[in-house]
């Protein structure tokens, strides 16, 4: 699976952004789709998932702060996040991996987010 990453760019400190990831290849039902973030000089760090059935995990960091969501028709698995703030700015990954890896294989190219005032 093929993955492209987008809806990146500049927010302000309270506001809001959404990112999409579209997914293309082989069929976009059989896999698990998580965000990723790494921000400059840090390790990149989990933020989100959804799973096949839709069910979804975040981390601490952006607990009630973000949603994940997958539309299978379309091929597309979105990140909102509200309340953005500064130490949010990272570039933000989509990733995909099949039942049979705990790990994600595939991987997009990556978006920025800056949250700056």
């Known amino acids: 699976v093929q993955l492209q990453a987008s809806g990146g760019g500049l927010a302000q400190p309270g506001g809001s952004l959404r990112l999409s990831c579209t997914a293309s290849?082989?069929?976009?039902?059989?896999?698990?789709f998580a965000w990723f973030r790494q921000a400059p000089g840090e390790e990149r760090e989990f933020v989100g998932s959804i799973g096949r059935s839709g069910n979804k995990a975040y981390s601490e960091a952006m607990k009630g702060r973000a949603t994940i969501s997958r539309d299978n028709a379309k091929g597309t698995v979105d990140l909102k996040m509200d309340s953005l703030r500064s130490e949010d700015t990272a570039v933000y990954y989509c990733?995909?991996?099949?039942?049979?890896?705990?790990?994600?294989?595939?991987w997009g190219q990556g978006t920025l987010v800056t949250v700056s005032s």
């Open positions: 990733a995909a991996r099949t039942i049979l890896s705990a790990e994600y294989h595939f």
């Open positions: 290849g082989r069929e976009f039902r059989s896999f698990y």
